[in-house]
């Protein structure tokens, strides 16, 4: 058995930093010793930003992004179509959209996928809250940029039966043939999918 060699304030940081995504046990020591020699410049400022996001980071009532307001940024803002909505697994997936900006609408972020083998159902997403949203009218268009999973298509369809008779356009991401991508390297699924989607040009 390994003797330790720190005391146990510094294993509770390894052990807390370990549960970061992307980090293992070796990177966490690693960003750990890194903090520690960089104290002043890193660690006080850094657990002082992790108080402030404590303290006031919010779940969007609205769109269920993350924000220190709610409504959330997104939301508020004026210059953005309000009457397009992008519908998300994830806020990383919000987050992944908007640094490509080829968008400039609403979101709805569902915290997830229907997957009934991990018991995740519909009461346990946001679908009621986009629901709501559309029965209110004024929305013209929902966009569902689910990923091209098993469970990402299970959700897609259940939002798409329950959006029907709505007054709105449900169109989804296409799929297929990555840009850079060379077809020798792609999957039989993504050649298909990029087949049944072509486009004319």
Sequence with gaps: ??????????????????????????????????????????????GHALGEAYDKVKICSCCGNVDTIDPC????????????????????????????GAMNAAYHVLGGTLSPLDGVGPDDLNIKGLIDRVSKGGIREIIIAVNATVEGQ?????????????????????????????LDYLDEGTLSAALRARTAI
Aim: proline fraction near 5%; hydrophobic fraction near 45%.
């Design 154 to 182: 299970t959700t897609a369809h259940y939002i798409t039966d329950h959006l029907a008779g709505l007054d709105v356009k449900i169109t989804r991401l296409a799929h297929g043939v990555p840009v850079g991508g060379e």
């Design 1 to 46: 058995m390994a003797k330790r060699v720190t005391g146990p304030e510094i294993e509770k940081l390894i052990q807390l930093l370990a549960k970061v995504p992307g980090l293992g046990p070796r990177s966490a020591r690693r960003a750990a010793l890194h903090l520690i020699k960089k104290r002043d410049q890193l660690m006080g400022p850094l």
């Design 73 to 100: 940024t997104v939301c508020t803002d004026v210059q953005r179509d309000q009457s397009v909505i992008i519908v998300v697994e994830d806020v990383s997936d919000l987050w992944a959209l908007e640094r490509a």
